[in-house]
């Protein structure tokens, strides 16, 4: 089952602009991580954010989770052509069974124009 | 380089045959995944394994099989039972057992196209 949910879909910037993406999640988790999927290949780990943690920063990537609200969201400044790839949030639920997997939202596909 | 391969990149198959999709690691990680990703999908997890000798079955398990013989290999059968076997396969491994705890490290996938 999907938990987590990408908001928007798609989305369109220019490059040096921001974008920001939104993943919503239902049940207790562990962590949240965020992975990038250029077209037709396989996916990259970006960051990892656990539950007891509120925002994490990488690079030009900064993370926040709010478990109040089951949310969280990744920034990216000052974005590039590079950046173009769809990106996903994926949940890993406090289940207390001993195996926590991942579950992946659908993603959302960003477009940054030259 | 250490990392996870996945072969072929490209398999095309007629529908009623068995096919076997080939996942390798050198990464020394204890646990590997196989994923499927239909097209605007997220990934749904067939099958994973936290430990050589041992596996589990994912959300979709049906119509698949693997085995984990070795700790750097395991690979995917999708079998004539799989009444929807076109799609993506990607392999993933993580360092330990609790696959959700680490981040995942993830390979090239393979097409799996059957007419």
């Known amino acids: 089952s999907q938990q987590g949910e990408e908001d928007p879909q798609a989305l369109s910037i220019q490059e040096g602009e921001n974008a920001t993406m939104n993943c919503s999640y239902k049940?207790?988790?562990?962590?949240l991580q965020w992975y990038r999927q250029n077209s037709g290949r396989g996916l990259v780990h970006l960051i990892l954010?656990?539950?007891?943690?509120r925002e994490k920063h990488s690079g030009r990537l900064r993370v926040t989770l709010d478990t109040s609200k089951k949310s969280s969201s990744l920034l990216i400044t000052a974005s590039r052509a590079a950046d173009t790839a769809s990106y996903f949030c994926?949940?890993?639920?406090?289940?207390?069974?001993?195996?926590?997997?991942?579950?992946f939202g659908k993603g959302t596909k960003l477009s940054v124009i030259p | 380089d250490g990392g996870i391969t996945q072969s072929p990149k490209y398999l095309f198959r007629k529908e009623g045959q068995n096919v076997t999709l080939s996942c390798e690691q050198n990464?020394?990680?204890?646990?590997m995944y196989w994923y499927r990703q239909d097209p605007g999908q997220g990934l749904r997890l067939i099958y994973y394994?936290?430990?050589?000798?041992?596996?589990q079955k994912g959300d979709i398990a049906e119509g698949y099989s693997v085995s984990r013989e070795k700790k750097e290999s395991f690979p995917l059968t999708v079998t004539s039972a799989q009444k929807n076997p076109t799609a993506f396969y990607l392999c993933?491994?993580?360092?330990?057992?609790?696959?959700?705890?680490?981040?995942?490290?993830f390979g090239p996938g393979t097409r799996l196209t059957v007419t």
């Open positions: 394994s936290q430990i050589v000798n041992d596996f």
């Open positions: 990464l020394n990680h204890d646990a």
């Open positions: 049940t207790s988790i562990n962590n």
């Open positions: 993933a491994s993580s360092a330990t057992g609790q696959g959700g705890l680490d981040e995942q490290y």
């Open positions: 954010i656990r539950s007891n943690e």
């Open positions: 994926a949940t890993a639920d406090d289940s207390g069974a001993g195996s926590y997997q991942l579950t």
